[in-house]
Nanobody, 118 residues
Framework: QVQLVESGGGSVQPGGSLRLSCVASETIYNSYAMYWYRQAPGKRREWVATATSSGIENYAGFVQGRFTISRGVAKGTVYLQMNNLKPEDTAVYYC????????????WGQGTQVTVSS
């Protein structure tokens, strides 16, 4: 079973920056996408950003221009550079790895807390 481990979360002031990392214990798929999601207390989990197998990036509107997703050199790694953080960015951030094709794995990390407050 693939395990995803996030790191890099923490507490910052508004306008600050954080860089989240996610590393998969193993990658067995030839093609897979990686994602970041977040979930604030009392709210449903929402999509933040996607990095496809070819490195194409897509973002939710509320983070465009502030966040950057990128796949690492090593397989099964992904980063989320977060700049100009706002209090509403406070949430637990989750990494996801989705293999291509029917029956492929869909794996989630345990999350890393990001808190933005003054």
């Amino acid at each position: 079973q693939v395990q995803l481990v996030e790191s890099g979360g923490g507490s910052v002031q508004p306008g600050g920056s954080l860089r989240l990392s996610c590393v998969a214990s193993e990658t067995i798929y030839n093609s897979y996408a990686m994602y970041w999601y977040r979930q604030a207390p009392g709210k449903r989990r929402e999509w933040v950003a996607t990095a496809t197998s070819s490195g194409i990036e897509n973002y939710a509107g509320f983070v465009q221009g502030r966040f950057t997703i990128s796949r690492g050199v090593a397989k099964g790694t992904v980063y989320l550079q977060m700049n100009n953080l706002k209090p509403e960015d406070t949430a637990v951030y989750y990494c996801r790895l989705l293999g291509a094709g029917v029956g492929a794995g869909d794996y989630w990390g345990q999350g890393t807390q990001v808190t933005v407050s003054s």
